[in-house]
């Protein structure tokens, strides 16, 4: 038994034809716009260039913060055994005499 085509419906081929003219179409019109584009007449003060170059710094300023931070947390960390080791030496050595007493 064979299925009835609906006339409304256009075959897979010719759809894909289609759509594909339509990809085409869309690509070089936008394409096209973008070559005849107008100059837009239009000013840009200086606070728009001092806002986005303390935007920048700001950006540029956690990125190294942020990068020292991770550097520095090996060093904090001896640092602090370091001198967990020093305060608990002495406590130890006094308590060592005490017993001996």
């Known amino acids: 038994m064979k299925p009835q085509m609906n006339s409304s419906i256009m075959p897979a081929s010719k759809a894909n034809k289609s759509q594909t003219f339509l990809t ?3 690509v070089t019109l936008a394409g096209a716009m973008m070559l005849i584009a107008f100059p837009a007449h239009a000013y840009v003060g200086p606070g728009a260039g001092l806002s986005l170059l303390s935007a920048l710094w700001a ?3 956690a ?3 942020a990068v020292g ?3 520095m947390w090996p060093l904090r960390k001896m640092m602090r055994k370091r001198k967990a080791n020093r305060a608990a030496k002495p ?3 006094n308590a060592s005499e005490h017993q001996n007493s």
Do not use: E, Q, R
């Open 59 to 61: 950006v540029l300023a």
């Open 69 to 71: 931070f991770v550097l």
């Open 24 to 26: 085409i179409g869309t």
């Open 91 to 93: 406590a130890t050595a």
């Open 63 to 65: 990125i190294v913060v």
